[in-house]
């Protein structure tokens, strides 16, 4: 919902992507949103297995994804979301 992903969501909507961003915070997700015309916005909270499993039923089928998490220890690896080691995550 910033930085870096704020400015990848908004050059794939100028390639004519359809866009969803993500993040923890509504007020800074609401934010992004209305600076990208034309993105979805979902909640997402990468600690919380329950959030992402949401998110995915929400967005299915993604052709990409792009992760720029604050932090790089709640996705400590590349791999499939649902291989996310959680405990690893709670503990970030």
């Given amino acids: ?18 866009v969803t961003i993500a993040g923890q915070n509504p007020n800074r997700l609401a934010g992004a949103q209305a600076k ?3 993105a979805d916005a979902l909640r997402l ?7 992402i499993e ?7 089928p993604v052709d990409h994804l792009i992760v ?5 220890s709640a996705v400590p690896t590349l791999r499939p979301l649902a291989d996310l ?3 690893a995550a709670e503990a970030a």
């Avoid at 909270?45 to 959030?51: H, I, R």
């Avoid at 949401?54 to 299915?60: C, K, P, T, Y």
Wanted: without cysteine.
């Fill in 68 to 72: 720029t998490a604050q932090s790089s």
């Fill in 1 to 18: 919902s910033s930085g870096m992903g704020l400015a990848i969501a908004a050059a794939a909507l100028r390639e004519g992507a359809r």
């Fill in 85 to 87: 080691d959680f405990a």
């Fill in 36 to 38: 990208l015309n034309g």
């Fill in 45 to 51: 909270d990468l600690k919380d297995p329950a959030s």
């Fill in 54 to 60: 949401a998110f995915g039923r929400e967005v299915a």
